[in-house]
């Protein structure tokens, strides 16, 4: 028995109607979504989407990184990403903490974390403005290109979007 078995048991089950053959990997609705790695958030079926309708990309507190922005530059380049959606959303962990608390908690277990950058977002609708902007302003990225943003409401399942 291994920490993995339930997964490779229910990916057997998954691969045996498996449809998605077809797909190509480029963004079929020009849409990339940046949103949070919680695992109540749905983004597919958030907006009604499907499996190669959008590029999802997900971390902790939905942050535009230099990682994410390295990605975006790659889905508007080579996989139709026309439009970019961020979309943090309520009651995250990441809103709960600051980077400070983050490095005493990994060093409570022996864990020296002040090398990462943990990005924590002491105010959700600062940080979120500051990430579009990030976008908007891109020398990568091409000027104009529609970027929105949106709190995800994990208690009713609606989206508020945010105007810069």
Request: hydrophobic residues 45%.
């Amino acid at each position: 028995m291994t920490a993995f078995d339930d997964l490779l048991a229910a990916n057997e089950e998954f691969s045996a109607t498996f449809t998605n053959a077809e797909l190509t990997g480029r963004a079929a609705r020009g849409l990339a979504v940046v949103t949070c790695m919680d695992s109540r958030i749905d983004p597919l079926g958030v907006f009604g989407l499907k499996p190669g309708d959008a590029k999802i990309l997900r971390n902790a507190g939905a942050r535009v990184t230099d990682d994410v922005l390295r990605t975006l530059v790659l889905a508007v380049t080579l996989l139709n990403v026309s439009r970019v959606l961020v979309m943090p959303h309520t009651d995250c962990g990441m809103a709960k903490v600051t980077d400070d608390d983050v490095h005493r908690l990994a060093a409570e277990r022996g864990v020296d974390t002040r090398s990462l950058e943990f990005h924590t977002v002491p105010d959700q609708d600062a940080a979120l403005r500051h990430d579009l902007v990030r976008i908007r302003t891109s020398p990568f990225l091409p000027q104009g290109m529609p970027v929105g943003g949106a709190i995800y409401d994990v208690r009713t399942g609606k989206i508020l979007p945010v105007e810069l």
